[in-house]
Each structure stands twice: as C-alpha cells, then as structure tokens.
C-alpha cells in the first residue's frame, strides 16, 4: 500500500513528518490513522480546556528508549537491574517539579491524574472515611466522589456547595462559609479543593483555615490550573495544602500524566506507597522523561509569558461571548476556563447540539453541564471552553473575539435550521481552516522551508 503524499508541509514540526514515514514505511495502516488526527488537530481550533499542544521536544520525548524499560521502586531503590539512567531521569524530574511549584517533595510517577488521587485517598483515608468536595455538576471532577467512581464507591464524599442565588455577588462561586458548615457538621478526614470546570480563583488559604477548624487535611488538586500555578499566574496552594496532585497534560503542556507533591515527609512516604505497589505497577519512564523536560520548558521565562496570554485570551473570549448575549457562569474568567451557559443566547440551544455542529465547523470543545442544570449530563445547556491550546499556536486577544464569532455564527445558523446551520458551516469551516494555517503547529517550520 502506497500512502498519499503528506497532505500539507510546514503545518508540524519536520520530526514529526520523519516520524510519520518512518511508520509508515512499516505500518501503512496505522500511519494512515496518524496521517488523519494530524490533519484533524492542525485544521481545527481546540477549545478543550484540558487539552493543549505539546511541544515537538516533549512530545518526541514520550517516544524514546525510555519506554523499554522496567523500574518498579523508586530512585536508588528499584526492583530492576539497568535502572541507572532511570534514577537520574526520575530524580531530574521531581527536582524541576519541586522547583516549578516551591515544595519539598514530589512522585511523578503517577501515570494520570485519576491515579494521583486514587494514591492520595488510599493514603489518607481508610475505606468508608469521609472526605469533603464539589459536585461533579458544579465543576469537581469523577475522581472527587462521583458514585461509580473508586472515589465515591470506596468513601464517603460530601459535597459543599456554590452560592446557587443569582442575585448574590458571587453567584455561582465558591460559598466558602458553606464550606465550613458542610465540614463542623460532617468532620471530614479530608477537604479536596481544586476542579475541573470552574472558572475563579480558589481561596487555598480560606480552605485551609476551615481544614484546621474541622480537623481535616486539606488536598488541592490542580490538575486544570497546574500551568497556571507554576508561572505565577495563580496563587499557590503551598504552603496551604497538605498534598497536592495534578495532571501534567493540561495547563501545564507536558505528556499525559499525574504528579503527587507535599511538604510533609510522612504524606510523602505514604502516597508513594499507595502508588506503588498500591495501585500502579512499573512506572511508565518514557512518560517520566517527557515531564522532566516538560518540567524544564515550564521553568523556562517563556512559560510565564504564554501562561500570562493563557490568562488574557480566555478573558477576550469570555467577554466576547458575552457580547454575543452569551452567559459566562459566575460572570468571568479568571484562569484559562470558563463555563458558557447557551440559554442566555437562546432557550433552545443544548450542549450537544453546540457541541457537534461547533465540531462540524472546525471548533473542538466539550458539553458540559451548569451549575442546577435542569438538562441530563448527555445533554446540558452549557458548554466547557478553554485558552490554553489555542494560546499555545500563538492565538492573540483579537483571534479569541474571531473565535467567539465563529461560534455565535454556527449556533445562531443552527437555530436556524438544517439548510442554514449547513451553509454556515461550511463558511466558518474555510476560515477556521485559514485561521490555522496562519498559526501552524508549535516548532512548525513554514511551507516551503
Ligand atoms: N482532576 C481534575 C481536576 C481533572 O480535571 C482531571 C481530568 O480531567 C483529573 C483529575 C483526571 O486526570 P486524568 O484524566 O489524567 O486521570
């Protein structure tokens, strides 16, 4: 089988165009698949606030050596012969990770972050304890309770909530003094802050005060923020936090993956424990290599100045959309993430119809439910946008307001009908297409170079 001849030069970096040949000069099948998600993450806007484009660098790393290798243990002590290099590369990443976020300690084997978590509860709570969090439907994550999870089958969550009235000023904010209520009256063992859908600062100090009131220790996980935290552009939850955990993926630019830091040496024993051999056999070390030099881009001086954008450009497209008669939930942005509620445009509008005719038009992002949603989880009135991965193509404030355009125009065709959601479609799909061309790949060299 002869493959076709790469469809657009200069849109990815030329490692990746070798590293396509390569594959397909042995596997046409599988390079076919590799040749139509490139096209497909080229040629579309990616509002998935979780998602980002790694660089050439981070990404090549995952594909090296590393991933032959076993290394069950941990550095200087590890179940494997020939792990030399594996130390140096572990040791190498929880350094850059310990300096990223000023802490003591930090386990960057986790393979996700779902598994970050699980090694955290399985540490700090013995099953049926109570731990305290948000509810999956106001902005918490599957891993901070929900009941099919290992989280809420294992445990006992409850849930604290946001100020639900919307004449109150932060309407749809944390109800920090709900917090504590929720915590003197459950005593949790646990008190879980950071999320996934939630577009204001957390108050890690505020959270903190409540813990020690009620006992509790307090977890942070900043699995959305991470990028964010590490370039200053969102306060630490060190020294507040007990433990914290993250993805590395999102904000934060690396390979998919988890991390555990703390600055308690006890914590640090027992979640390394729970992690492995609690929950995770061999540490994935093409992974760890990736994050440690993912870790090093995100100590470079660049990375506060893209996470500075990450900031500016989801505020342009909040305000954006809100001019199109959109609802920004709490009001605003104030990280890379926020949640829109498309009944303010239009009653009839649903998440899942956003969601798919968006997709047909070159715009990627995900459904998700607001705040006392009245709609099922399959379909929502709001829909989930983020900065990051934009910003990392080099997207400005003034291609944010083009964004918001694109969207307000598909959906308001949408209402419209088949006929004109089809012919508005394929407008915005040209100039969605356009619009990427002038913003290739990170480390793309233009055409023809
Ligand atoms: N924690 C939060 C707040 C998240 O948003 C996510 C992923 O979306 C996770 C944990 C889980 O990460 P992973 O998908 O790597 O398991």
């Known amino acids: 089988m002869v493959l076709p001849a790469r469809y657009h030069p200069g849109m990815s970096h030329p490692l990746d165009d070798a590293v396509r040949d390569l594959i397909a000069s042995t596997d046409p099948d599988a390079a076919a698949i590799l040749d139509r998600e490139r096209e497909r993450q080229e040629h579309t806007i990616e509002l998935i606030a979780s998602e ?21 243990g941990y550095p200087g002590r590890r179940y494997y012969g020939g792990c030399a290099h594996m130390d140096e590369i572990e040791t190498l990443a929880r350094e850059r990770a310990k300096k990223l976020f000023n802490c003591e300690y930090a386990n960057v084997q986790p393979h996700s972050g779902a ?16 731990f305290a969090s948000l509810l999956l439907q106001d ?26 009235n919307e004449d109150h000023p932060r309407h749809e904010q944390i109800d920090y003094d709900a917090v504590e209520k929720v915590c003197m009256e459950h005593k949790p063992k646990l008190l879980l802050c ?36 590490a370039a200053g552009e969102h306060p630490s939850p060190f020294p507040h ?30 979640t390394n424990r729970t992690l492995f051999p609690g929950t995770q056999g061999g540490p994935l070390m093409h992974i760890v290599f990736a994050k440690a030099v993912a870790f090093g881009e995100a100590l470079k001086p660049e990375f506060k100045t893209y996470q500075k954008q990450v900031v500016r450009n989801a505020d342009a497209l909040a305000t954006a959309l809100t001019e199109h008669g959109y609802r920004i939930c709490s ?38 439910g607001i705040p006392n949603d ?18 990392t193509r080099g997207f400005g404030t003034e ?16 209402l419209k009908g088949e006929a004109a959601r089809e012919a508005e479609t394929q407008a915005v799909r040209a100039e969605v297409k356009a619009l990427c061309e002038s913003f290739p790949m990170p480390g793309a060299t233009p055409a023809g170079v």
């Open 194 to 229: 950071g999320y996934s859908a939630y577009s204001r600062q957390i108050d890690f100090a505020k959270f903190r005060e409540i813990a020690d009131k009620c006992g509790a220790l307090l977890m942070a996980d900043i699995a959305h923020i991470a990028g964010l935290v």
């Open 52 to 72: 980002n484009h790694a660089s050439p660098a981070v990404m090549h790393a995952a594909g090296t050596c590393f991933t032959n290798k076993y290394a069950e």
């Open 241 to 270: 936090c007990h433990v914290v955990t993250t993805t590395t993926h999102k904000s934060l630019r690396g390979p998919r993956g988890g991390l555990i830091m703390t600055n308690d040496e006890e914590i640090f024993k027992k």
């Open 115 to 130: 598994q970050a978590n699980m090694a955290v509860f399985m540490a700090l709570l013995e099953h049926g304890d109570t």
């Open 399 to 414: 291609e944010m307001k083009t964004v918001a355009s694109f969207i307000d125009r598909v959906l308001d065709a949408g």
């Open 374 to 391: 009245e709609r099922k989880p399959m379909i929502t009135s709001g829909i989930r946008l983020g900065s990051p991965a934009t910003t």
């Open 139 to 164: 902005g918490g994550h599957l891993s901070h309770g929900m009941k099919l999870n290992f989280s809420g089958t294992y445990f006992n969550p409850v849930h604290y909530p946001l100020h639900y």
């Open 331 to 368: 009001g605003a942005t104030e990280n890379h993430v926020m949640l829109v509620d498309l009944t303010a445009r239009n009653p009839e509008l649903t998440g899942r119809d956003a969601e798919t005719w968006l997709e047909a038009a070159g715009i990627i992002c995900n459904k998700n």
